[in-house]
C-alpha cells in the first residue's frame, strides 16, 4: 500500500504554469507506475500522464502532450506533473495514483489514490 498526498494545486490565469506534487509514502514507492488522472464537477474522471518506476517511460493523454511533463524524484519520494500553457479545459481535481506494473491510462489499474488537488485555470 502506497500513501499518497496532492498538492500544488490553485487558481491560475489561462497560458500560466503550475507544478503539482505528489508525495508518497511507503515501502513500494520505487517500485509502482505513477499516474495522474482528472476530474470536472459532473466528467469522468480521465487520465492525465503516468510514469514507470524507473522514470525512463512516460506517457500522456493527447489532450495534455506537449504541455504537461510527469517525472519522479525516487529520492524525495515524489512525483511531479509539470502543467504549462494552461487551457480552462484543465480546470478539475487533479488525483495522483500508483499501480502495480508498467504505464496504463486505465484508472481501474491504480489501486491507491490521492485525496486530490484542485486547479483552476480563468479565462
Known amino acids: 500500500q502506497v500513501q499518497l498526498v496532492e498538492s500544488g494545486g490553485g487558481l491560475v490565469q489561462a497560458g500560466g504554469s503550475l507544478r503539482l506534487s505528489c508525495a508518497a509514502s511507503g515501502r513500494t514507492f520505487s517500485r509502482s507506475t505513477m499516474g495522474w488522472f482528472r476530474q470536472a464537477p459532473g466528467k469522468e474522471r480521465e487520465f492525465a500522464a503516468a510514469?514507470?518506476?524507473?522514470?525512463?517511460?512516460?506517457y500522456y493523454a493527447d489532450s495534455v502532450k506537449g504541455r504537461f511533463t510527469i517525472d519522479r524524484d525516487g529520492a524525495k519520494n515524489t512525483v511531479y506533473l509539470q502543467m504549462n500553457s494552461l487551457k480552462p479545459e484543465d480546470t478539475a481535481v487533479y488525483y495522483c495514483?500508483?499501480?502495480?506494473?508498467?504505464?496504463?491510462?486505465?484508472?481501474?489499474?491504480?489501486?491507491?489514490w490521492g485525496q486530490g488537488t484542485q486547479v483552476t485555470v480563468s479565462s
Open positions: 510514469i514507470d518506476w524507473s522514470g525512463s517511460s512516460t
Open positions: 495514483a500508483a499501480r502495480r506494473g508498467g504505464v496504463s491510462s486505465n484508472d481501474m489499474q491504480y489501486g491507491d
